[in-house]
């Protein structure tokens, strides 16, 4: 099936080129009086875009230098260079902190390989990682490492490009990761898998990158000392996906097979986030998994609907306030047309900087249905409850017996005359003398029982 949405290009950020300033620890490229110093245990592909001459140089007992046409290394011959006073040794800065699941290291970009321009449309922390329907992209004539370690069994995705050369089938990948420079580029537990299919479904894909969100949160938090931002608003929301809380509006829906992400994206961009109104608004959407619960109990399944996120540039008392309006509005729209757009109903959060804010708005139909499911299942609960007291025995219920008509009936039966001294033994049972016969008892006849509970002879000790 062919992409429901429009693909996403991530390219990854780092190198281990040798002209790159960054990845020596001096800070500036090896000149020709220095001595470079590979370290011998650590494992590294670095690519040469062009001719060096150098003092020396220490390689690494595991690695490779891709030489680009033209580039190779020759003996320095000890005369002046300009840009190269003051020779020393100059050591390659180590590579094997750069980790796939690090936000920081990805940016979004055309398929022509140049950053996508910014714009209202952001991302949750959890999809600045490659998805699983995403294009990644490894610069062309750059070389690189990083560390894939996952929580995933297999991380999957729609195509890799290394070298300017796309792996868009399973086999090609196949033969790359068979080549030499496969185990230098990647190392780690995870397993990178291309599939070369994009999302199938128009109302979109979840990322799937849920699994590694913990570690998409602590490699965020480390390259921004390790805590959030303190937020502009008491109660901050905590979106699906996103590592820290913010202050605006979220809103979940629900959605039929009719609804079109990509296309409702679009609409909202067009009809109201580009509104002056809304300058400084960003917004989030994607198809996401919120796992379901009962009496705050987490279950095993899990519910898809659609997430919004909306922030604004607002400060102080202001922050959220833009976003919550829009989220308004958004709402609004979706009860005007949300039959027509795939829309059955919609969730609202507000959290901003006022302190008058901090509220939940629902659909009128949504917030009704959920109404009635709640005091259904409140109810059945309860009766349950009481049944399995009763049963277990903790719990004595007044036996009521209501008259009935044909009790009136009957004659009250008249007590026993206070001369009878017999009585009822249910567990002994005897027929007076002639009973059998059917002889009529005369009245003044007294009849003893034998008590098989009660011994005679034990009153005369």
């Not at 090896?30 to 690519?47: M, Y």
């Not at 999302?199 to 849920?210: F, L, M």
Request: glycine share 10%.
């Amino acid at each position: 099936l062919p992409a429901a949405t429009t693909a996403v290009y991530k390219q990854w950020i780092p190198n281990t080129n040798f002209e790159t300033a960054s990845n020596w620890d001096k800070g500036r490229v090896p000149c020709a009086s220095d001595v470079v110093h590979f370290e011998k245990d650590k494992v590294v592909s670095v690519f040469v875009r062009s001719p060096h001459a150098l003092t020396d140089m220490y390689l690494p007992l595991n690695g490779e230098l891709v030489l680009a046409a033209g580039a190779g290394f020759v003996a320095f011959d000890g005369s002046w260079d300009p840009g190269c006073d003051s020779g020393g040794t100059v050591r390659f800065a180590d590579a094997e902190h750069h980790a796939w699941f690090d936000p920081t290291l990805w940016q979004d970009v055309l398929p022509s390989g140049e950053p996508r321009p910014s714009g209202p449309i952001f991302s949750v922390d959890e999809e600045r990682v490659p998805c699983r329907y995403d294009d990644v992209v490894f610069q062309p004539e750059t070389s690189f490492r990083v560390n894939i370690d996952s929580s995933q069994p297999v991380i999957h995705l729609r195509s890799i490009s290394v070298m300017g050369q796309e792996l868009n089938t399973p086999a090609s990948w196949a033969g790359y990761l068979g080549g030499p420079s496969a185990p230098l580029q990647f190392h780690g537990n995870g397993t990178l898998q291309v599939t070369g299919t994009g999302c199938p479904d128009k109302s979109g894909c979840a990322c799937g990158n849920a699994l590694d969100g913990p570690r998409i949160c602590a490699a965020l938090l480390r390259a921004s000392g390790r805590q959030c931002p303190e937020p502009a608003c008491q109660s901050p929301l905590q979106p699906l996906g996103h590592c820290c809380g913010v202050c605006g509006a979220t809103i979940n829906l629900d959605f039929t097979p009719d609804f079109d992400l990509q296309k409702y994206q679009d609409r909202l961009v067009q009809e109201l986030l580009s509104q002056p109104k809304y300058a400084g608004v960003q917004m989030a959407i994607s198809k996401v998994h919120k796992a379901q619960t009962f009496l705050g109990i987490l279950s095993r399944s899990s519910t898809p609907l659609i997430q919004i996120v909306l922030i604004d540039d607002r400060a102080g008392v202001q922050a959220g306030t833009a976003a919550e309006q829009l989220a308004a509005d958004i709402m609004e729209n979706a009860a005007q047309h949300g039959e027509a757009l795939g829309i059955s109903s919609g969730k609202m959060e507000v959290a901003t900087g006022s302190t008058a804010s901090g509220h939940v708005g629902s659909h009128p139909v949504s917030r009704i249905t959920a109404g009635t499911v709640m005091g259904l299942l409140f109810s059945l609960l309860f009766l349950g409850g009481i049944l399995f007291l009763y049963r277990k025995g903790k719990l004595r219920l007044p036996a009521l017996r209501l008259p009935q008509p044909w009790d009136r009936l009957e004659d009250p039966v008249s007590p026993a005359p206070a001369s009878d001294k017999g009585f009822d033994n249910p567990m002994f049972s005897v027929e007076p003398p002639g009973a059998a016969l059917g002889e009529e008892t005369p009245k003044d006849l007294q009849v003893f029982y034998l008590n098989p509970l009660y011994d005679a002879s034990e009153t005369e000790t």
